[in-house]
């Protein structure tokens, strides 16, 4: 049984999480943690853990911290989990390069999942978004994706990471976020929507002369996100200090 402590137990992932942490046979909930002064601080979640602001003693009584919680938050409770040796798999995103330096240091002394989608069919996308990339160096690229009237960040984490993958790919150099104004050749342009309860849609798009193609996955629920995230909480267990990613726990070249 993998004792688990959810951060930001009351958020949009975090409540799907913790249901899914107290429905499965090798999960226990440890600990459920939000920011203090949050409303439903003290209710019992699977009758008998308590909702608490106490980080230190929830990390502790876990042998894994999962946290969705906000960027500030997972770096205090990252320092915490090194310092009590405990692995951590976070889907967080909007770190800065400063807090970004900090897990990578951090992975030094635990085992660390960091995914800034756990979803498999958006690691699927990537790995197509790197096959298309290298396949049509000719082609323009945009990446255009949609959430929530409430998300933080903007462009996400994933659009982020696509961008990588077909720059990492070759051909394609420099960034445009939100395009005005003519394209310049070789660059990737991001473009970002808000609004309503979309729960997430990426699309990449190869715009080349007389042909497209457009990649597109799309979220309908996020409870896909929430078993690709305990699926890390259980590779992280198995596994010696290091910054892991989903290409990791899912295991395909």
């Keep these: 049984m993998i004792g688990v402590c959810v951060s930001g137990a009351r958020g949009r992932m975090g409540r799907m999480l913790t249901d899914l942490v107290l429905s499965a046979e090798d999960l226990e909930l440890?600990?459920?943690?939000?920011?203090?002064?949050?409303?439903?601080?003290?209710?019992?979640?699977?009758?008998?853990?308590?909702?608490?602001?106490?980080?230190?003693?929830?990390i502790r009584r876990a042998d894994v911290l999962l946290d969705f919680s906000l960027p500030d938050a997972v770096l205090d409770h990252l320092e915490i989990a090194v310092e009590l040796e405990k692995p951590v798999v976070t889907g967080t995103t909007g770190f800065t390069p400063d807090q970004q330096k900090k897990i990578e240091t951090a992975s030094d002394r635990v085992p660390l999942v960091l995914g800034s989608n756990m979803s498999r069919g958006i690691y699927t996308l990537n790995r197509l978004t790197r096959q298309a990339a290298r396949a049509l160096p000719d082609h323009d690229v945009e990446i255009v994706e949609a959430h929530h009237k409430d998300k933080a960040d903007s462009p996400s984490g994933t659009a982020l990471q696509l961008a990588k993958t077909v720059e990492s790919a070759g051909g394609r150099q420099g960034r445009v976020y939100g395009r005005r104004g003519r394209r310049k050749e070789r660059e990737v342009g991001l473009s970002a929507v808000r609004g309503g309860d979309v729960v997430g849609e990426h699309q990449v798009m190869f715009l080349g002369p007389g042909e497209q193609i457009i990649l597109t996955h799309r979220a309908t629920t996020r409870e896909h996100f929430c078993r690709g995230a305990l699926a890390a909480v259980r590779f992280v267990t198995t596994r010696a200090p290091g910054l892991y990613t989903m290409a990791d726990v899912i295991g395909e070249d």
Aim: no cysteine.
């Design 30 to 58: 440890s600990a459920a943690l939000e920011r203090p002064g949050h409303s439903e601080l003290g209710i019992l979640l699977g009758g008998r853990v308590k909702l608490s602001d106490r980080a230190r003693a929830g």
